[in-house]
């Protein structure tokens, strides 16, 4: 509880400034949901459209404070680098890559007998 008068104040003004801010803080979270999932989905198209609506309310959430403009930012590029890689799992015809060999663990290779330390 606020101990001043002043104290009082900033807590009824920052409670205001809250319920104020708090409906377009949930639609960019409502937003970038829609838009993940829709990328999840692969479908193109809509998650495109979803995409630009989403980046344009992380915007106007950032011009006027609600989130700090280097977190909208961070936002925007996660969700854009899930679309760009879902355009490039489109983009690219499917084929099947060739299996890597898999290292073999140091605890299973016999020692080479020149390089073992025996006493002689």
């Known amino acids: 509880m606020p101990v001043s008068k002043s104290a009082e104040k900033e807590m009824r ?32 198209e809509a998650a495109r459209k979803e995409v630009t609506t989403a980046v344009s309310t992380l915007d106007r959430a950032a011009e006027r404070g609600i989130i700090h403009s280097n977190n909208a930012a961070r936002r925007k590029s996660r969700l854009l680098k899930k679309l760009n890689e879902l355009k490039s799992l489109r983009s690219k015809p499917q084929r099947q890559r060739a299996k890597r060999p898999r290292s073999v663990p140091l605890a299973s290779v016999p020692p080479n007998e020149e390089n073992s330390r025996s006493e002689e």
């Open 13 to 44: 003004a920052s409670e205001r400034k809250r319920l104020r801010n708090k409906p377009l803080d949930t639609l960019c979270k409502t937003n970038i949901a829609k838009a993940e999932r829709l990328i999840l989905s692969e479908d193109l």
